[in-house]
């Protein structure tokens, strides 16, 4: 299972990819494109949020979102 900062790092490499006008597959085999831009963002901005909160040594309610690996 990936961390949450390995998580944050295939996010921000999707994304860059994306920008850079290449697609890439999940795990599960669906394509990201440009079209899955702001998904990509919407989960970047929540592991920032998760990884900022664990640092500050607050609780942290684990929630499997399988949607995007």
């Known amino acids: 299972m990936m961390t949450l900062r390995e998580r944050l790092q295939w996010y921000l490499n999707a994304e860059q990819k994306i ?11 669906e394509k990201l494109t440009f079209a899955s831009l702001a998904t990509v963002r919407r989960e970047i901005e929540r592991l920032q949020r998760l990884i900022s909160r664990e640092s500050q040594g607050g609780r942290c309610s684990m929630i499997r979102r399988n949607y995007l690996e």
Do not use: D, K, V
């Open 19 to 29: 920008l850079m006008q290449q697609s890439i597959e999940t795990a599960e085999g």
